[in-house]
């Protein structure tokens, strides 16, 4: 699995996300920004983001994943 294909299944599940991959082999660092987050608890978040990669993490071709996920504001906040 590459950077791209992980992309490709956090916006399975988050269309109108931004997403920053960062990782290769089976261990991966996301950045995920969506609107959607704006309210939500970071560990809702988090399984969000999980949803669209479980599949990936059942079958080994992710190992390691480690998910930073923030609304917009947040976002442009740490700029």
Known sequence: MDAQQVEELVKAVLPDCEVQVAGEGNAYQLVVVDAQFEGMRQVKRQQTVYA?????????????????AFSPDEAQALI
């Open 52 to 68: 669209g990669l479980n599949g990936a993490i059942a079958d080994g071709s992710i190992h390691a994943v480690t998910i930073r």
